[in-house]
């Protein structure tokens, strides 16, 4: 185990990685996958006298499955069994919301799904800085990680707690590595940091920095390396979980790396691209009509300049030109290459009326048909609610270790004091439920209390403006004190002479 942590252990491991994830042909994928994704699909193609139209279907359709993923919020709530505690479940919900909107990690989740789409992966790495939020010491932050920067210690398993180990890949500067080696004591062996060349250039100045993550004891613990120095010792991060999110898009057997959604249609897209540069081509030199003459009668050739006279060598009566009809282009090319595309998009199930290519004539129906189109993408909808959800338990880990005491305020108002190192004993009991925030919409949260109390199932106004968001209605809380004292007064009046407290005999003379 010694020897595992040092560096050149270290890199040894992370060699393995590489080498399995070549084996599989992942750096190529992704390389094809993200030029095509951009538009960049005549790469390596030497035909510098050929148009090189780009017909870049892929990139709408990941859109659209972008779009449709991340369409509906995403919304926690974090529950203790059986409703206890409901108070603290609700702030602690808060707190995650809080989070999440402080570290943009719902813009980061577009990323998250547009990485798995193209590559086949989506991974984000969360973690505790100070420097992030110094005021209130310190603030969890979440960043993107490609897959190809990810090592698992045990490939065949897609589960990311299940690992024995895991690297983090990074490339830094060389300065940058230095400084950070220098504050953790390491000034001697950073002066001989040099580049290493592992980037796609020799020459960019960089180094690449491993981050080894493992469990002792179910803590987490983690060490930063180069490939021959030590830039952080080993040190306890005092998690149980590791703070590393994975999703894939379509799963594949025994491997911790997925199918993206547009490496099977890579061919398609190509041949799409072909037929169509074909067909301008045809065009370019056959739409046009061409004259054929007599090179003996025009020994000065061909003019088509308007109004100039043309010399001909005997009579000019006999015919010295004539026009040789252009031959059509089949009207099959045009049609295989609008069957391929609506094929295509078929496959992946991004029909027309799914991406708008549809008159509104009937709404009702076109909205059926975008919701039925969805179906398809419900395993990848299933598949990043639970990347939310580990996310989720990712955050309260860290708020568990590095909070201390803080405190959270309350919908009811007020604050309450919390020590999430408390989480500690917890933290088994914590039920984290994703979904659509449509689910808890505030649109449809007043909607519905309308309809409750138009019905008489909610006959209070109390009951009413408890569940109405603050948004909607001004100096709610208020509203709601003057509605309960009301109610309290009302209640003592109502009372009988035996709930009334009597006064003492002789105290009225006193």
């Known amino acids: 185990m010694k020897k595992r942590l040092e560096p050149q252990g270290i890199w040894e491991e992370y060699a393995r990685g590489r080498a399995y994830n070549a084996r599989h042909g992942l750096y190529e994928t992704v390389k094809q996958n993200e030029n095509f994704y951009i538009g960049r699909q005549w790469e390596g193609v030497d035909a510098p006298d050929l148009d090189k139209p780009v017909i870049n279907i892929l990139k709408r359709v990941v859109a659209y ?27 602690l919900s808060s707190e995650v919301a809080r989070v999440m909107e402080q570290a943009k990690l719902k813009t980061q989740n577009r990323d998250v799904i547009r990485n798995a789409a193209v590559d086949g992966d989506g991974a984000m790495y969360l973690r505790f800085e100070v420097e992030a939020d110094p005021l209130n010491g310190g603030a969890i932050v979440g960043e993107v990680v490609d897959n190809t920067c990810v090592i698992f210690g045990n490939p065949q398993v897609a589960q990311v707690q299940r690992q024995p180990y895991i690297l983090l890949a990074l490339r830094r500067t060389v300065e940058s590595v230095r400084s950070e080696m220098a504050q953790n004591g390491f000034a001697q062996a950073a002066e001989n940091l040099k580049p290493d060349g592992e980037g796609e250039s020799a020459e960019d100045g960089r180094v690449t920095v491993l981050v080894r993550l493992w469990k ?13 120095c030590v830039v952080k010792p080993e040190v306890d991060l005092g998690l149980t979980l590791y703070p590393l999110a994975w999703m894939n898009w379509d799963r594949v057997r025994n491997s911790y790396h997925g199918q993206a959604a547009i490496t099977g249609l890579v061919p398609n897209q190509i041949f799409i691209n072909k037929l169509f540069a074909m067909g301008m081509e045809h065009v370019k030199k056959m739409a046009f009509p061409k004259v054929v003459f007599n090179e003996a009668l025009l020994p000065e050739g ?29 009207n099959q090319v045009m049609m295989l290459i609008e069957k391929t595309i609506a094929y295509t998009r078929e496959t992946m199930g991004a029909t027309d009326a799914a991406l708008g290519n549809v008159r509104p004539d009937n709404t009702s129906a076109i909205i059926a048909v975008q919701k039925s189109s969805a179906m398809p993408l419900e395993l990848q909808r299933m598949s990043f609610y639970q990347f939310m959800e580990d996310v989720v338990r990712i955050i309260l880990d860290l708020a568990r270790v590095h909070y201390g005491v803080r405190l959270l305020p309350l919908e009811q108002g007020g604050a309450l004091r919390f020590d999430f190192a408390s989480l500690d004993k917890l933290r088994y009991a914590l039920a984290v439920d994703i979904g659509p925030s449509t689910y808890w919409s505030e649109l449809m949260q007043v909607e519905t209390l309308d309809n409750l109390f138009e019905k008489g199932v909610i006959q209070d106004a109390e009951t009413y ?10 100096n709610r809380r208020k509203i709601l004190d003057k509605l309960r004292a009301r109610s309290a007064t009302t209640s003592m009046g109502g009372m009988g002479n035996e709930a009334v407290p009597q006064v003492p005999y002789g105290a009225e003379d006193r």
Not at 73 to 81: G, I, K, R, T
């Open 465 to 474: 403006l408890e569940n109405v968001p603050d948004a909607y209605i001004r």
């Open 216 to 228: 002792e004891n179910g803590r987490v613990h983690a060490i930063k390396t180069t490939r021959e």
């Open 302 to 330: 061909w003019s088509n300049r308007a109004g100039e006279a043309i010399a001909v060598q005997g009579d000019p009566q006999v015919a010295v030109a004539s026009p040789l009809p252009a031959v059509d282009m089949s």
């Open 65 to 91: 499955f972008i779009a449709t993923i991340v369409s509906d919020d995403v919304a926690v709530q974090v529950s203790f069994p059986g409703g206890a505690d409901q108070g603290l479940g609700e702030a």
